[in-house]
């Protein structure tokens, strides 16, 4: 994920959670918003009780490989949040990968 195409606007990123429609699994929850531009912009959160500051750091950068390398399943003129949860600690990188991916799937129907 390039700088330009994340959240990062304070006010913005809670706008997103407060307006947009939300919907979850096991590991995410993600917000959306319709927005004009045409690219998608994208927002993670992890909160402190998930661990200390080197798990959380891992866990969002884990996050940013996915959106990377499945940039089909968001839609443009459309931005993302994207929460983690605690479970997500105690699975692997490829079970998290076909969580988020299967939650964006479910959204586009």
């Given at each position: 994920?390039?700088?330009?195409?994340?959240?990062?606007?304070?006010?913005?990123?809670?706008?997103?959670?407060?307006?947009g429609?939300?919907?979850?699994?096991?590991?995410?929850?993600?917000?959306?918003?319709?927005?004009?531009?045409?690219?998608?912009k994208?927002g993670?959160?992890?909160g402190?009780?998930?661990?200390?500051?080197h798990?959380?750091?891992?866990?969002?950068?884990?996050?940013?490989?996915?959106?990377?390398?499945?940039?089909?399943?968001?839609?443009?003129y459309?931005?993302y949040?994207?929460?983690?949860?605690?479970?997500?600690?105690?699975?692997?990188?490829?079970?998290?990968?076909?969580s988020?991916?299967?939650?964006?799937?479910?959204?586009?129907?």
């Amino acid at each position: 994920m390039k700088k330009y195409e994340r959240v990062n606007n304070k006010e913005y990123f809670n706008k997103i959670i407060k307006e947009g429609p939300s919907i979850n699994n096991k590991y995410f929850v993600v917000h959306n918003l319709k927005t004009n531009n045409y690219n998608f912009k994208s927002g993670i959160a992890v909160g402190k009780t998930i661990g200390k500051a080197h798990i959380r750091n891992k866990l969002k950068r884990q996050v940013r490989a996915i959106i990377d390398s499945n940039r089909f399943i968001f839609q443009n003129y459309q931005d993302y949040i994207i929460i983690v949860k605690k479970p997500c600690l105690n699975e692997n990188y490829e079970v998290l990968v076909d969580s988020l991916v299967k939650l964006m799937e479910g959204r586009k129907k």
